[in-house]
């Protein structure tokens, strides 16, 4: 399938640097990294050791500093709706409804108006909000607005899905409720993910590939390939997830952190 | 708020309900609560005409400016007063207003222009509108020209300034979302930016009507010859006490009005950015 053939991420020699008030910081060490097409990659490290830059830059906010980055090929030099992002924040406009939201991303393709909101409600209807086409982001819950966000971004059909910390601002609950969506709509429209967060658990069920990052300036250390079928648990048949798990867990655990106290 | 919600519900234990009820009736509900604090206002205003504390001439009795009002209406004064400051103040609002709006939105999105435009917009605006009056009427004589220029002038600086400050305050994450979804920057500016920054521009537009209605008195009190302004000015030649209670509180209720209105709308439109 040539769906599957593309949306191939390349890193190479990227570095990042930002130049602030006391000089030039190293936001991203040197990095390669690539990401195969249609994989999923959690990327976890602890705060500030420049995964959102990592991804910021892959999403062609942030021009790379040394180094390059190329989507199947061709250099990144700027934001594109090929590479899609889910932020933390949701992101959606507020005088948009939720329709207006999934729309805006689908006007691109300058498609006859009710061809437009034909497949804007098909993608709203992917992630459960059908009934809530109408309403304004201001009267979603946080979960639900995410899931508009991940209809908005999907229904396009971007190559690329970056997510930074998408579920960060929710509860536990809900989080687990869009681990599965996620998953569901992604299994669909396999897009290349590379998905930022902080919470071991959340990469350990999610992903096929799990980067870990050093504190800052940050570095990629570790790479775990899982290859359990989803969904994904952690229990006692899944022992070797445990461990992972516990070893990722030990590399977060900042070992300098009474020497940072003083 | 129409609660139409038929399910039976607890009443309130009753010891609860006496002071609440006390504590509304006091502060009125909100339709009511600005005629509570008028007809106070008006008690004590009247108590002091009855009892005559001070005299007629330096502040007058509401029953006198009540019948300075009828008189100016019977003779035909008040309603031309009205109309001609209400069109200057409407004309010089439009003009005003559309202009501050689009210099607004460019000085906030084109570089050049914020920097050719800004540093010197930014020093006129501390000038008080009614220093600009001896300019204009030496621009425009006395005429309806004067009027237009220092009321569209002062809406103008407002209306420029909030704007450009709305579109400085863009949300990042907005105008990365919106490329990431493929938005051209037409599309991004137009529904994206300028959205975004409704808020504020509305903030400036009310601004704008209020001061609208400042500079305009301001330029109707010296070289005019009808209108609100003038009317207090030559209500001053003749010692016209009443008339001028009349004409600034008739000045009061309009610009409220207006002001509501203005906010009204305001709220439609931006209906997003509610509390």
């Not at chain 2, 450009?164 to 994450?173: A, K, S």
Request: net charge positive; aromatic share 8%; with cysteine.
């Amino acid at each position: 399938m040539s769906d599957m053939m593309t949306g191939r991420v390349r890193i190479e020699d990227l570095v990042i640097r930002f130049k602030g008030k006391q000089g030039e910081t190293t936001a991203l060490e040197r990095t390669a990294l690539e990401l195969e097409p249609g994989t999923f990659t959690a990327l976890i490290g602890p705060s500030g050791c420049g995964k959102s830059t990592l991804m910021n830059a892959i999403g062609g906010f942030v021009a790379p500093s040394e180094g390059r980055i190329t989507l199947d090929g061709a250099p990144i030099t700027g934001p594109s709706a090929e590479v899609g992002v889910i932020f933390q924040q949701y992101a959606l406009f507020p005088w948009f409804s939720a329709l207006g939201n999934v729309r805006f991303g689908l006007k691109q393709f300058g498609l006859p108006k009710s061809e437009e909101v034909d497949r804007a409600r098909a993608a709203l209807a992917e992630v459960g909000l059908s009934d809530h086409a109408d309403k304004f982001p201001q009267q979603l819950s946080g979960g639900m607005k995410q899931r508009v966000a991940i209809a908005r971004t999907f229904a396009f059909g971007p190559k690329v899905l970056l997510m930074d910390e998408p579920f960060g601002a929710l509860d536990a609950q809900t989080r687990l409720v869009m681990h599965d969506l996620l998953l569901d709509v992604w299994q669909k429209h396999r897009a290349t993910v590379l998905f930022v967060t902080h919470d071991v658990d959340e990469a350990l069920l999610l992903a096929d590939d799990v980067r870990v990052m050093s504190q800052a300036p940050g570095r990629l250390i570790r790479h775990y390939a899982l290859s359990q079928s989803r969904p994904r648990s952690f229990n006692s048949a899944n022992s070797d997830l445990l461990e992972i798990r516990q070893e990722i867990l030990h590399q977060l655990r900042p070992t300098s952190a009474l020497a940072d106290v003083h | 708020m129409a609660v139409t919600d038929t399910r039976p519900q607890d009443p309130a234990p009753p010891r609860a309900r006496a002071p609440r009820l006390w504590r509304s009736t006091l502060s009125g509900s909100r339709a009511a609560a600005p005629l509570i604090s008028f007809g106070f206002v008006l008690a004590i205003w009247a108590t002091a005409g009855a009892l005559q504390i001070v005299p007629e001439t330096i502040f007058p009795a509401p029953w006198s400016v009540w019948s300075a009002t009828v008189e100016m209406w019977r003779n035909g004064t008040l309603q031309t007063d009205l109309a001609v400051s209400l069109g200057r103040a409407a004309i010089g609002f439009a003009i005003g207003a559309t202009l501050g709006v689009t210099l607004g939105l460019m000085t906030g999105r084109i570089a050049v222009v914020r920097t050719l435009l800004n540093p010197f917009l930014n020093l006129l605006r501390p000038i008080p509108a009614i220093a600009l009056v001896p300019v204009a009427i030496v621009w425009f004589g006395i005429g309806e020209g004067s009027k237009y220029f220092v009321v569209s002038y002062t809406v103008f600086l407002t209306v420029w300034f909030n704007t450009h400050h709305g579109m400085e305050y863009v949300p990042e994450t907005y105008l990365r979302a919106a490329r990431s979804l493929g938005a051209s920057k037409l599309r991004e500016f137009l529904t994206v930016v300028i959205p975004a920054a409704a808020p504020h521009i509305f903030a400036g537009i009310r601004l704008g009507v209020a001061l609208a209605f400042l500079s305009l008195v301001a330029a109707e009190l010296s070289g005019a010859s009808s209108g609100l302004g003038f009317r207090l000015q030559e209500a001053r030649q003749y010692i016209r006490t009443d008339r001028m209670f009349s004409l600034l509180i008739i000045l009061g209720i309009l610009g409220a009005t207006v002001d509501l209105i203005v906010h009204r709308i305001g709220q439609k439109l931006v209906h997003w950015e509610q509390g």
